[in-house]
């Protein structure tokens, strides 16, 4: 009976750790601290926010964010907009990267008003930043996200911005089929061992 419960207080921890090790909002160093995720967006951002280099046309831009290879890892992307415009957009990606997770404040630099988790990136631009998502009243703009102040509208895509790469989910995170398959074999085992000494 004894051992009966220790299998089971023991799946139960193997098993909330493997599901719940996300559970507290953090920016999580990845790929050596070339980038960072964010675990409640479910985001990785490229640390460096001006990996490119040089202002590009959206076109040059995607493509650049999408040939990206960082530490073997690709998949990477621009970030996607909502169809919120003016000030105060927190619900696109850049818009959740500048007001929750840098501490941006409207009308105000994000290289002036920040929190700490602003001094683990690098080279984050006093400028527009290109969206991945294109503006759907007149597809010859795309929707930017405005560093200098925290506000997000549209812009001539033939028009030079800046870009900062991004991957959805965790670059580091283990599959879930593949940790089910972990937590599966752990407590089969534990099962079999509790049968053998009972018999």
Same mark, same amino acid.
Request: charged letters at 15%; aromatic letters at 14%; proline letters at 2%.
């Given at each position: 009976?004894?051992?009966?419960?220790?299998?089971?207080?023991?799946?139960?921890?193997?098993?909330?750790?493997?599901f719940?090790?996300s559970?507290n909002?953090a920016?999580?160093?990845?790929?050596?601290?070339?980038?960072?995720?964010?675990?409640?967006?479910?985001?990785?951002?490229?640390?460096?926010?001006?990996?490119?280099g040089?202002?590009?046309?959206?076109?040059?831009?995607?493509?650049?964010?999408?040939?990206l290879?960082?530490?073997?890892?690709g998949?990477?992307?621009?970030?996607?907009?909502t169809?919120?415009?003016?000030?105060?957009?927190?619900?696109s990606?850049?818009?959740?990267?500048?007001? $929750?997770?840098?501490? =941006? #404040? &409207?009308?105000? @630099?994000?290289?002036?008003?920040?929190? *700490?988790?602003?001094?683990?990136?690098?080279?984050?631009?006093d400028?527009?930043?290109?969206s991945?998502?294109?503006?759907?009243?007149?597809?010859?703009?795309?929707?930017?996200?405005?560093?200098? $102040?925290?506000?997000? =509208? #549209? &812009?001539?895509? @033939?028009?030079?911005?800046?870009?900062? *790469?991004?991957?959805?989910?965790?670059?580091?995170?283990?599959?879930?089929?593949?940790?089910?398959?972990?937590?599966?074999?752990?407590?089969?085992?534990?099962?079999?061992?509790?049968?053998?000494?009972?018999?």
């Amino acid at each position: 009976m004894t051992i009966h419960k220790t299998t089971i207080a023991l799946a139960a921890l193997v098993f909330s750790f493997v599901f719940s090790a996300s559970a507290n909002a953090a920016l999580v160093s990845r790929l050596g601290g070339l980038a960072y995720y964010d675990d409640v967006a479910d985001l990785t951002w490229l640390a460096d926010a001006n990996a490119a280099g040089t202002q590009m046309n959206w076109d040059d831009a995607n493509a650049w964010a999408a040939g990206l290879v960082v530490g073997g890892n690709g998949n990477w992307r621009l970030a996607d907009s909502t169809t919120c415009f003016g000030y105060g957009c927190p619900g696109s990606e850049m818009g959740n990267l500048f007001f $929750n997770v840098l501490g =941006g #404040s &409207t009308g105000y @630099s994000i290289l002036t008003n920040h929190n *700490a988790n602003y001094d683990l990136f690098s080279n984050v631009q006093d400028n527009d930043y290109w969206s991945a998502t294109e503006y759907a009243i007149d597809t010859t703009k795309a929707w930017r996200y405005a560093m200098y $102040n925290g506000s997000q =509208g #549209s &812009t001539n895509k @033939s028009w030079g911005r800046d870009a900062w *790469a991004v991957q959805s989910g965790d670059v580091s995170a283990v599959p879930v089929p593949a940790a089910a398959w972990l937590f599966g074999s752990a407590l089969l085992g534990l099962i079999g061992i509790s049968r053998r000494k009972r018999a």
